[in-house]
C-alpha cells in the first residue's frame, strides 16, 4: 500500500521500454532470465537512469549513500557475480555515457 518512488518507478519505465525491442515481453523475459550477460546490461541501463535522476532531483549529499545502495542492489539480487564495486563502476560510467548521448 505504499507509494512506488519515482526513481524506482523510473527504472521500471527503462525496462518497460526494453521489453519494447522484443516482438513480445515474454521474448526479453526469456532472454532476461536466461542469459546472464543480458540481464547486467539491462539493469546496469536501468540502474543508471535511476541514479541519474537521483542526481537530479535529490540533495548531493545523499547521492553516494544512494549509488552504494543501488550498487549493492545490483550485484546482490540478480545473480551476476560481481561485487558491490563493480556494480558501483558499472553505474557510474554507464550513466556517463547515457549524458553523453
Known amino acids: 500500500g505504499e507509494e512506488i518512488p519515482p526513481d524506482v518507478m523510473l527504472h521500471e519505465h527503462i525496462h518497460q521500454n526494453q521489453q519494447k525491442e ?4 515474454d521474448l ?4 532476461y ?8 546490461e539491462q539493469e546496469v ?5 535511476q541514479y541519474q535522476y537521483i542526481q537530479k532531483h535529490f540533495p548531493s549529499k545523499g547521492h553516494k549513500e544512494a549509488l552504494f545502495e543501488l550498487a549493492n542492489n545490483l550485484s546482490s ?3 551476476l557475480g560481481i561485487t558491490c564495486q563493480k556494480a558501483e563502476s558499472l553505474i557510474r560510467w554507464s550513466s556517463k555515457q547515457l549524458l553523453g548521448k
Do not use: M
Not at 28 to 31: A, E, L, M, P, R
Not at 45 to 49: D, H, I
Open 22 to 25: 522484443f516482438i513480445a515481453p
Open 28 to 31: 526479453w523475459w526469456q532472454k
Open 33 to 40: 532470465l536466461g542469459d546472464k550477460d543480458f540481464r547486467q
Open 45 to 49: 541501463e536501468a540502474y543508471s537512469v
Open 77 to 79: 539480487l540478480y545473480k
